[in-house]
């Protein structure tokens, strides 16, 4: 008798798997929060947020493939580049959000600007996972979830002797 193994991760769950992404992710989103704001004294604002959205979606992806949603790997360039998508679309939602709370407030102070970059961070990180979880890492699940982590016995003597038996059942039908 002999033993199959499969030693793929097995597939979190789906609350697993959104407290995975809340840690990596908001990690990265926090994060990125302080490292826009430390750049924008240095550079425009506009030009800051797309540097760090660029960065931070890397590292995100990457955190994401191996631990978030069961990969157990790095992330493929395919992946990257579907993940980049959500992430244009949550640059431009923080974008928005800042250009609108400058309408808004002539000098809003630092923390107000945080609490509007973190909320719109947060408002597109949700939809972010929805994009992860059911488009770019699903084949991944998918593949995962069939080949669990297992250990079962084949009987390949009784696949063999049943062959002989099926073969002469139909020529004595015949």
Same mark, same amino acid.
């Given at each position: 008798m002999e033993i199959v193994q499969s030693?793929?991760?097995?597939?979190?769950?789906?609350?697993?798997?959104f407290a995975r992404f809340v840690l990596f992710g908001g990690g990265v989103g926090i994060a990125s929060s302080f490292a826009v704001a430390a750049l924008d004294t240095w550079i425009t604002w506009a030009l800051a947020n797309a540097v760090i959205t660029v960065s !931070?979606?890397?590292?995100?992806?990457?955190?994401?493939s191996r631990f978030?949603? +069961? =990969? +157990? +790997?790095?992330?493929?360039r !395919?992946?990257?580049a579907q993940s980049a998508g959500s992430a244009a679309a949550a640059y431009a939602a923080t974008s928005v959000a800042m250009l609108v709370l400058q309408l808004l407030v002539a000098?809003? +102070?630092a923390v107000?600007?945080?609490v509007v970059y973190l909320s719109a961070s947060a408002l597109t990180g949700v939809a972010r996972f929805a994009v992860l979880r059911?488009?770019?890492? =699903?084949?991944?699940?998918s593949q995962t979830a069939t080949t669990v982590r297992t250990a079962r016995p084949v009987r390949t003597t009784? =696949?063999?002797a049943a062959a002989p038996a099926a073969l002469a059942m139909l020529l004595r039908a015949a």
């Open positions: 030693h793929q991760q097995a597939e979190p769950g789906a609350i697993t798997a !931070s979606t890397l590292l995100a992806t990457e955190l994401h978030t949603f +069961g =990969a +157990g +790997g790095r992330a493929t !395919s992946q990257h000098a809003p +102070g107000l600007e945080q059911l488009v770019v890492f =699903a084949r991944n699940r009784t =696949a063999r």
